[in-house]
């Protein structure tokens, strides 16, 4: 069987893991899953990286002992990856002994290839990057990274390696495979850099005691990246198990990001190449997340807490997080986070898109046909022509490591459905008896494109799409590429009909300017059903033209028993909603919060207070139609008189976001 080893970035533990460090961890993730579902015997290492001088100082102003403090920051990594559904089969930490009998191995076999010399180090060095700074990296003397850091001038005596005896051999490799350092521009970054000639590295640091000692000279450890670079192999058995380590290396794909391609691409191969060890066969540079356009960072207060951002979308909530980070971001490229855009996008692909289809499917295939789709004598070609297309443009994209576009072909097929659903109408063709046999296919048609769509997207939303196979009868286990990943016209299978997938979210009523705080309640669960017979507030469907399948409380959508925290339908329609669209809107005097904005409500122009200030410019609300409660009594705030409250969502510790729809509506409509 063919096997697939790949690896992350091992993390540093000075600090709980971010959207960033998350971003790589997820990429490389769908990597694996995919790997696995074509079958490959897959290994998928991840690990934390410990033997940092700045993770030293943290045990110490917690008063730990480092390896306590690494224990403890272990189970936070563990946390945050267990969250996300990252599938990693083995986690290395760097002060296990596994790894630094490995170092040591590796460190012994470049010094008898000549390679490790002893000198003395004097220069720049920058204690957060835990970096030597040649002189000409800095400016105005400083780390461009931390310009408020003075770095150190060190002067002592280090091992070094020869890395500049490797230049051509590196050159050569370059060219000999051309896959090895990905994407292109990194490549031709570091063909550039190695071109422009090596210099010797140091590989040790005299005078601490964090770290591996260098086995010829017990008075040094091994420099933290160089110690760091070894975990790949030392992971596999390297110097501890021949067998497993012929096994496993060389490693098919490094995952990295783009700040360390230097590392990887230059230095870890030479030190493979010194000690006569083959080297990875392919490296792939990640982008950086930014945050609103911004560098994340802890110095900006503006780090994403993965686990919150997962979190914020209910208990399945990791998947839509997986999807944003891999769809949205051309993997190799850079790519940006907003809650705004965040939520957006789960609207828009999840709970209006993919969720809404398998709902609409699984709902008529009950109403219909009792569930149970049997494949006619007269089978249609339409979705399956597009079914074909897809699958060879994901399997291309995924075997590129473009996984974004992978993503992406399998939402073509998503869109395709739809499409085909509204052109062929069900619901019409359920009125005419003849057209029996037709609509049964359409439906079998429909659900085999959803059971399809779900097996490519199986690696970017695991648990969510195995959950859709289950709905539209194809049980999930054991899934394979080859036999699950085309198009099938045969066969029977039973749909089960159950609650939303993904409920939108922006539902949470504001009241009045007074921010109420949300909870993770106001996020429906999974699994809970609409409330059959009541209009949703938000429809689960996008605001088009119903079918009856849909309606909620149509026949064959069972309903729900009210239970003593719900309200009536009557208790509900009390509270009108209607459209308003903002004619002008201004800030109200001495107040950080409020805005005064004039609406137009279709019978009348009104004034109200909206405490969304910190949220949106005046002038950004302008020509916005937004939802109102119409029938609120007029309440006075900070001296203006408020007709109505502007319904948004307030994201716990973001900003609020108002409600608001993907088509005009006139001002004045019922919102029910
Ligand atoms: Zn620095």
Same mark, same amino acid.
């Given at each position: 069987?063919?096997r697939?080893?790949l690896?992350t970035?091992?993390?540093f ?30 290994r ?7 033997h940092s001088q ?6 110490v ?8 403090y ?15 559904d ?9 002060t $296990?002994p596994r ?8 460190i ?11 000198g003395v180090y ?17 400016v ?23 890395l ?7 050159l050569?490799?370059?060219a ?6 990905q994407?292109e ?10 071109e422009?000639?090596l ?26 990246w160089?110690?760091?670079?070894i975990n ?7 110097g ?6 012929a ?7 490094h995952?990295i990001?783009?700040d ?5 691409a ?11 060890i ?21 110095t ?11 979190? #914020?979308?209910g208990? #399945? ?6 999807l ?8 190799g490229?850079d ?22 289809l398998?709902?609409?499917?699984t709902?008529?295939?009950?109403r219909?046909?009792?569930?149970r789709?049997a494949?006619?004598?007269?089978p ?6 597009v079914a074909? $297309? ?9 075997d590129?490591f ?6 992406a ?10 499409e085909f ?6 619901w ?8 029996a ?5 359409v ?12 097996v490519l997207?199986?690696?970017v ?21 080859e ?18 997938l993904?409920?939108r979210?922006g539902?949470?009523?504001r ?11 106001d ?12 209009p949703?507030l938000?429809?689960?469907t996008?605001l ?6 849909t309606?909620?409380g ?28 903002v004619?002008?809107a201004?800030?109200v ?9 004039q609406?137009?409500?279709g ?5 109200l ?10 002038e950004a ?8 409660v119409?029938?609120l009594?007029p309440?006075?705030l900070?001296g203006?008189e ?26 004045g409509?019922?919102?029910?």
């Amino acid at each position: 069987m063919n096997r697939f080893y790949l690896t992350t970035a091992i993390d540093f533990v000075n600090s709980r893991p971010h959207l960033g460090t998350a971003y790589e961890k997820v990429c490389a993730d769908v990597i694996a899953r995919y790997k696995r579902l074509c079958g490959f015997d897959t290994r998928f290492l991840m690990g934390n990286d410990e033997h940092s001088q700045n993770v030293y100082k943290r045990s110490v102003e917690e008063s730990l002992d480092p390896l306590a403090y690494c224990d403890r920051m272990e189970v936070e990594f563990r946390r945050t990856w267990q969250r996300l559904d990252i599938s990693f089969d083995d986690f290395i930490r760097t002060t $296990q002994p596994r790894h630094a009998a490995g170092v040591t191995h590796l460190i012994q076999r470049m010094l008898e290839a000549g390679d490790v010399y002893e000198g003395v180090y004097e220069g720049w060095y920058c204690v957060s990057c835990e970096e030597f700074k040649p002189e000409k990296d800095l400016v105005d003397g400083r780390c461009p990274l931390h310009p408020t850091l003075k770095p150190e001038w060190i002067r002592e005596k280090n091992h070094f390696f020869r890395l500049s005896k490797f230049q051509q051999p590196l050159l050569d490799h370059f060219a000999a495979h051309p896959e090895f350092l990905q994407p292109e521009n990194r490549r031709n970054e570091i063909l550039r850099l190695i071109e422009s000639g090596l210099q010797d590295i140091s590989v040790s640091r005299a005078g601490q005691s964090w770290g591996i000692p260098i086995p010829f000279d017990p008075a040094s450890v091994v420099y933290v990246w160089f110690d760091a670079l070894i975990n790949y192999a030392s992971a596999v058995g390297l110097g501890t198990d021949d067998e497993m380590f012929a096994k496993w290396w060389p490693a098919d794909l490094h995952v990295i990001g783009k700040d360390i391609t230097r590392f990887h691409a230059v230095i870890w191969p030479a030190m493979l190449m010194s000690a006569n060890i083959t080297l990875p066969r392919q490296i792939f540079g990640h982008g950086f997340m930014t945050v609103d356009g911004q560098r994340m960072s802890k110095t900006l207060g503006n780090l994403i807490d993965p686990i919150a951002a997962a979190d #914020r979308l209910g208990p #399945r909530g990791h998947d839509p997080l997986r999807l944003y980070l891999v769809k949205e971001v051309t993997f190799g490229g850079d790519g940006d986070f907003t809650w705004e855009r965040y939520d957006d996008r789960y609207n828009a692909d999840l709970a209006n898109n993919l969720g809404n289809l398998v709902s609409r499917v699984t709902a008529m295939a009950h109403r219909y046909r009792q569930g149970r789709l049997a494949a006619t004598a007269a089978p249609s070609d339409r979705l399956a022509g597009v079914a074909e $297309q897809v699958v060879g443009a994901y399997s291309k994209a995924m075997d590129g490591f473009a996984i974004h576009e992978g993503a992406a072909a399998a939402f073509r097929l998503i869109d395709a459905t739809n499409e085909f659903i509204a052109a062929t109408a069900p619901w019409t063709l359920a009125k005419d008896p003849a057209n029996a046999d037709r609509l049964t296919q359409v439906l079998f048609d429909a659900a085999e494109a959803i059971r399809l769509a779900a097996v490519l997207l199986e690696p970017v939303m695991p648990s969510s799409c195995r959950e859709i196979l289950r709905r539209v009868g194809a049980p999930p286990d054991g899934l394979s590429f080859e036999r699950d990943g085309c198009w099938r016209s045969d066969g029977e299978r039973l749909l089960v009909q159950d609650g939303p997938l993904w409920p939108r979210v922006g539902t949470d009523l504001r009241v009045g300017p007074k921010e109420r705080s949300v909870s993770s309640d106001d996020i429906k669960p999974e699994g809970v059903p609409p409330v059959a017979g009541a209009p949703a507030l938000v429809p689960e469907t996008p605001l088009k033209a119903p079918d009856p399948a849909t309606v909620p409380g149509a026949p064959g959508v069972p309903p729900v028993a009210a239970t003593a925290d719900r309200i009536s339908i009557d208790d509900f329609m009390k509270v009108e909603l209607r459209t308003a669209k903002v004619l002008a809107a201004e800030r109200v005097p001495k107040s950080k919060k409020l805005l005064k904005l004039q609406v137009d409500v279709g019978t009348e122009h009104r004034t109200l207070v909206a405490g969304i200030a910190d949220a949106y410019e005046p002038e950004a609300l302008v020509g916005r139609t937004v939802v109102i409660v119409f029938n609120l009594k007029p309440a006075t705030l900070m001296g203006v008189e408020s007709n109505g409250m502007v319904l948004a969502a307030s994201p716990d510790g973001g900003k609020p976001i108002v409600v608001g729809f993907d088509a005009d509506i006139p001002p004045g409509t019922r919102v029910r």
